[in-house]
């Protein structure tokens, strides 16, 4: 199942260091949650109309969707750019631009969120961070690495439901070979024990720079209703 994303919003037009970064959690599925107002501020779960949201698809995808009548967004990416199309999710990936009039945020992508928060101002040592970060990546671009295209979907997967638990055993069941009373539990893998946990690759995810060699999607059709 898909999970919330953390990641950290750049203006890149912000008058001072405080200002320039906001940590941020994109929700799943097209539920209220991160979105771009059109007077280009970061709000959150906000009831009026939005320039653009930024959500998490079924296939673990950072999204960026314009709903129909909203301002012009632009998303840019090294060298390429484009104007997103209404009701279409474009796929997000890290270090890509967000231009909604003459304001530009840059994406920071850092993997699952261990806890859904509303939007907040990074803390300094974390925003110099990032600043490397970006310095890196734009130095990568310099040097010749071409950068991947910009991907818009037709269809985007849907956010499935969690299936329903197993039926309990039958207590009637019993083992004849077994002697009376021993219940037969049903051989079903949903039972098994889960296996041990491990500790995820920092550069897991679909959404890192290192597997972006997809174009940027955009789909036809807005994603079909998520479970609430």
Not at 119 to 128: I, V
Not at 156 to 174: G, L, T, Y
Not at 187 to 207: C, F, I, K, L, T
Request: proline share 17%; charged share 20%; with cysteine.
């Amino acid at each position: 199942m898909p999970e919330p994303l953390a990641l950290c919003l750049e203006d890149l037009d912000a008058s001072s260091t405080s200002d320039r970064f906001v940590r941020c959690v994109a929700v799943v599925g097209r539920t209220p949650g991160l979105g771009l107002a059109p007077a280009a501020t970061i709000v959150w779960r906000s009831p009026h109309p939005l320039a653009c949201e930024l959500w998490v698809s079924g296939d673990d995808r950072l999204m960026l969707y314009r709903p129909e009548g909203a301002v012009a967004v632009i998303v840019r990416r090294a060298i390429r750019s484009l104007d997103v199309p209404c009701a279409k999710p474009v796929v997000l990936l890290d270090q890509d631009e967000i231009e909604i009039g003459s304001r530009r945020f840059r994406v920071h992508i850092h993997g699952v969120a261990p806890r859904v928060h509303a939007p907040a101002p990074l803390p300094q040592r974390s925003a110099g961070n990032l600043q490397i970060a970006a310095a890196v990546a734009l130095s990568m671009t310099v040097a010749g690495c071409p950068p991947p295209k910009m991907e818009v979907r037709d269809n985007p997967p849907a956010v499935m439901p969690d299936p329903p638990p197993p039926p309990p055993p039958d207590a009637d069941a019993v083992d004849p070979d077994a002697g009376s009373g021993q219940v037969l539990v049903p051989q079903d893998p949903r039972y098994a024990a889960p296996p041990p946990e491990s500790s995820p690759s920092p550069d897991a995810g679909a959404n890192k720079k290192a597997d972006a060699a997809a174009p940027i999607e955009v789909r036809d059709r807005p994603p079909a209703p998520t479970n609430e």
